[in-house]
């Protein structure tokens, strides 16, 4: 690796490697940025010997140094900037820029510097869980939005490092069409919504006839074969040179679009966001990640690639399982009144009655038992909610927290969370 020892300690301010002032809490100093910041030096340590030992090129003793500096401005800037959401990335940046172009220079491809930082990143996501998860240091959804600020930062020093090895690589017509396409993924995928005229422009810079529509597709990154999919139509966009590899597929509801992606990411772990309008792709790559991510944890059904738009029920609950449990402990608090044994049995009756417009006859056969006994249960649940889940406008709310509580339930224990209100204190 070529690194400028002059240059990074130029930049070594911007990225504070090492620093312990990135206190991300409160007071306490228990925030994200602070516990990360205790173990930054840690964690380029061990990500730079991860990389020497499973990247060859990298194995010489005599860049050891340089590659710790590198990976410690970027995991230190990475620890600022959860303190400071606005902290300048610019210093950073460059350097990563000139970091791809030395890279270019010394004859190594983009790839080998991605699967470096890969490797960085997988290191840091790793002490992400041990330090911050497991001990209930910070509540679930500032973890998860540590977490969800890691790809997007690695996608940004990628395509910093992308441009310094197109501005090397010159000005031949591949090499203007490769970078106006990243730079147009770069605009769909970035954290603000582009500007139209903006857009338009970049459109016509790389070639590509600007749609109605697109939806973003997420490719595991465990995946070792990064090549652009056989049999994908030349206008889906690929990035699939960033940290999480992606493609933007335009207009992906047209005629056909469906099964040629299924059949172009057969065998391979992927999943599709939702279909949005061209200048929304950020939020159809959110969807898909968290699908994604969903899927391999086995949370979510389904293999090869799978639809975020099949599963968002369960991905709505799983947003933010904290708040939905909550709402399900108070909403379905009646269920109390049964016993322990029977809760199962009338908690899915009530679910396949809403999910079949109160159908006893469809509920009955979905959950094969007799009519009758779907009517006498909901008998009962109408006297216990107070026909509360009759209101339309409760309806939603109904068959979410009945997917949450039969997801976390069997039929003989309740979910861990659903505990009986406290018993109002007698006044004397």
Known sequence: MVIGTRELEGVRSAGHAVSRGAAGGDASGDG??????????V??????????????VYASEDVQHGLELAIGIGIGHFVDSLARPDLDDDAVLAFFARLGADETRAGRSLLTLQNAVNIAARVLVRH??????????ISTASYGRVIEEVFPFVNRI????????ADVRGGDAA???????????GVLLGDAEPDADDLARLARQAQWHLP???????LSGDDEDQRRPWGLAPDVLEGLYLTEPCLVVPD??????????AAALAGRAAAVGPTVAVARAARSLAWARRTLALAGAGR???????????????????????????????????????????????????????????NAQAAAERLHVHPQTIRTRLRRLDELFQGSFQDPDLHLEFLIVLRAWLDAATPDTDPDWFTPPPAPTRRR
């Open 252 to 261: 992906p509801d047209g005629p056909g679009r469906a099964a040629q992606l």
């Open 128 to 137: 992400l869980t041990r330090v911050l998860a497991p001990w209930d240091l």
């Open 158 to 165: 990628m395509a910093a490092a992308a441009q310094g090895r």
């Open 212 to 218: 109605r529509a697109v939806a973003v597709v997420v």
């Open 300 to 358: 979510l059904p389904g293999e090869g690639l799978v639809r975020a738009t099949d599963h968002m029920p369960a991905l709505v609950i799983l947003q933010d399982p904290e708040l939905v449990t909550h709402i399900a402990a108070r909403r379905l608090a009646p269920l109390h009144e049964l016993r322990p044994g029977k809760r199962h049995a009338y908690a899915e009756t009530l679910q396949a009655m809403m999910e079949h417009s109160f």
């Open 43 to 56: 964690i380029s340590r061990e990500a730079a010997e991860a990389i020497r030992r499973e990247l060859s």
């Open 175 to 185: 090499g203007d069409l490769d970078r106006a396409r990243r730079a147009l993924v």
């Open 32 to 41: 994200p940025a602070t516990l990360l910041a205790e173990v930054a030096p």
